[in-house]
């Protein structure tokens, strides 16, 4: 067994010592250092790396407390405007012109309450 340990070192030592070969058609080409190709797949062992563990405390949300509120009505404003003519008397403008009596469009903005329902909701209690 000594002899066949010696003669491995021995067929080692020369196989470095004579440096990379370019491998002829058909030969047998040691690597040493690995492949020039990158490694994909997975990695067959863990790298367990030393240093403390921290762990935080989870946050806990809090929300405010909510209630139903029922629904109800309310009154909302409508807006309406009504046109009419009103009759303007003859006058000088501000150019010193004379402009005949005619009617002119007046606009009497008014409008209403009118009752509406609203729908239940969730409401902070």
């Keep these: ?17 004579a440096g990379p070969v370019p491998a002829a058609a058909g030969g ?8 020039p190709f990158p490694h994909t797949g997975h990695p067959r062992h863990v790298h367990r ?12 949300y809090l929300a405010p407390r909510t209630c ?8 909302q404003w409508v807006p309406q405007s009504q046109v009419y003519y009103a009759w303007v008397p003859g006058h000088y403008n501000t150019d010193a012109l004379w402009v005949e009596g005619h009617y002119a469009p007046q606009v009497f ?16 209690c």
């Design 109 to 124: 903005p008014s409008g209403y309450w009118q009752p509406i329902w609203i729908e239940g909701r969730w409401v902070a």
């Design 68 to 75: 139903w509120a029922p629904g109800g009505f309310t009154h």
């Design 1 to 17: 067994m000594a002899r066949t340990v010696t003669l491995a070192l021995a067929l080692l030592l020369a196989a470095l010592a």
């Design 49 to 60: 790396h030393p240093g403390r563990v921290i762990i935080a405390p989870r946050p806990v």
């Design 28 to 35: 047998v080409r040691i690597v040493i250092g690995g492949t």
